[in-house]
């Protein structure tokens, strides 16, 4: 107990102790050193090696390592029970668990200990103080996110609470996914601090500031930021929220994490990521030739001393370290790796200058393939709807929210069909509006879409709800974009 104790304080020292930088050293050596370590200490992994034939004593370079069999929620988190994946297979090792969202299926449970909250208590260090200045200013952190066992919002709180322990002017509030209770808390607390900081998913955080816009809250006199996660959004809706809430530089005014019930947050938009991203945005036809696909995905910077990325047919695999340690787990998130000096130079040799920036490498990563509907043959992404509603025509009278399908009607015909959330006390947009502008982004943004689909098919179906319908958009829950 008292071993465990030292380590901890050891730990939480040096990371007060210094601001959020890169880790020095060499990633794959400290993927090898991680992997020896967690062979002999965890028995789950040990046997997972032995059953592909994998001595580990002959795993002695990158090379190697890059060859070891993949770890996967069916191989290795189904088939060895929750202490065995823990060191000396002791759950009691750890202080607290979470669990996953459970979107893709069953929900998983992690254990993790307080050390195990500072490499992503560096992540938010990196987009809270050096993104969205709040190291400068006093600033008061809300915490949108569902609270409770689900991951995002203990995250969250217990990242913000390190900093505000190693010194910066941070102050968290955690009134969890309540409109009512996040507008309270708002109302007591923001005019006391010089920035306020929205934590959640963005469409719910889309939701309170548009509640509070129709109830005469002042935020920009709150000099709000946004700080996301969970979901991919458009530049237009970052645009959106920006002039809603009043927010200033659009690269200093949001910033999106990529995280995971896994093991954290992986990775955090800088202001040179977001710059990246707005240029891309405005070219679709670079970002097509950078990312081999229509879609604009989340970019964000990463540290590879803590996390180790690796590609696998367009999916990402990760190492690191936690409660429950592990060795290039595949997380099958569709996306991709980029050097630092590969992307700048892509940027400058397109006419466009990045500017400075923190020179750690880049992961991007696509919305879940799981909320992609096939029709006609071609994959329709919720990203390439999510353009349409933002539309200045039709943005102020709907939430963002939506649910795609593909119905089959009479004689078997397909249709895409799309229910969109009205916004609160707004009038009803025109549904051939919508449809119509969602049909434009789909031919625009997706190519398989425009050669796939015939004319006659590609304008969809367009059924509109009312705020918070229990059967397509319940409150207090993730929201899902796409229905069998």
């Not at 938009?269 to 945005?281: D, G, H, I, K, Q």
Request: aromatic letters at 10%.
């Amino acid at each position: 107990m008292q071993e465990r104790a030292a380590r901890t304080l050891e730990r939480l020292s040096e990371f007060y102790a210094a601001p959020a930088a890169p880790l020095e050293g060499d990633p794959a050596e400290r993927a090898l050193e991680l992997f020896r370590e967690v062979a002999t200490a965890v028995p789950a992994y040990a046997a997972f090696l032995a059953g592909h034939g994998v001595d580990p004593a002959a795993v002695r370079t990158p090379g190697d390592f890059a060859r070891l069999p993949m770890v996967t929620k069916e191989s290795y988190l189904r088939r060895f029970p929750l202490p065995e994946r823990c060191r000396g297979g002791r759950l009691d090792g750890n202080d607290t668990v979470a669990v996953s969202s459970g979107s893709s299926g069953q929900p998983t449970v992690w254990p993790r200990s307080v050390v195990d909250e500072l490499a992503v208590a560096r992540r938010f260090e990196d987009a809270l103080v050096n993104g969205l200045g709040a190291g400068a200013s006093s600033t008061l952190v809300v915490v949108c996110f569902a609270l409770g066992s689900w991951v995002g919002g203990m995250y969250t709180a217990a990242a913000c609470r390190h900093l505000a322990a190693k010194g910066y002017p941070v102050t968290v509030a955690t009134p969890g996914n309540s409109v009512e209770e996040i507008l309270r808390v708002v109302a007591e607390l923001a005019p006391r601090y010089e920035r306020t900081v929205l934590a959640g998913y963005p469409p719910f955080v889309k939701n309170v500031v548009d509640e509070g816009v129709r109830r005469g809250v002042d935020w920009p006199a709150f000099g709000v930021r946004m700080l996301l996660a969970g979901e991919v959004f458009s530049e237009q809706w970052r645009d959106l929220l920006g002039r809603r809430a009043g927010m200033g530089e659009p690269d200093r005014g949001s910033a999106s994490l990529y995280g995971t019930a896994d093991a954290g947050v992986l990775g955090n938009e800088t202001p040179l990521s977001v710059r990246v991203r707005r240029f891309l945005a405005g070219r679709p036809e670079l970002a097509r030739e950078l990312f081999g696909d229509s879609r604009l995905p989340t970019l964000v910077q990463y540290d590879p001393m803590t996390r180790l990325f690796e590609t696998h047919e367009g999916t990402l695999l990760f190492t690191g370290d936690g409660g429950v340690p592990l060795i290039r787990y595949h997380i099958a998130d569709e996306g991709g790796l980029l050097a630092h000096a590969e992307l700048v130079a892509f940027c400058r040799a397109h006419g466009f200058e990045p500017g400075d920036g923190d020179e750690r490498p880049f992961v991007y990563v696509f919305g879940r393939s799981l909320f992609t509907v096939s029709y006609f043959g071609a994959n329709v992404y919720p990203e390439n709807v999510t353009v349409a509603l933002e539309h200045p025509d039709i943005a102020d009278d709907v939430t963002g929210k939506f649910v795609l399908q593909v119905r089959t009607e009479a004689d078997e015909e397909r249709r895409l069909a799309v229910v969109v959330e009205r916004a609160p006390d707004r009038p009803a947009p025109d549904t051939a509006l919508v449809a119509a502008a969602i049909r434009q982004a789909l031919l625009r943004l997706n190519s398989e879409f425009a050669n796939y689909v015939p004319p006659t098919y590609q304008t969809p179906v367009v059924q509109l709800r009312a705020p918070g319908d229990p059967e397509w958009f319940p409150p207090g829950v993730k929201h899902r974009y796409s229905r069998a």
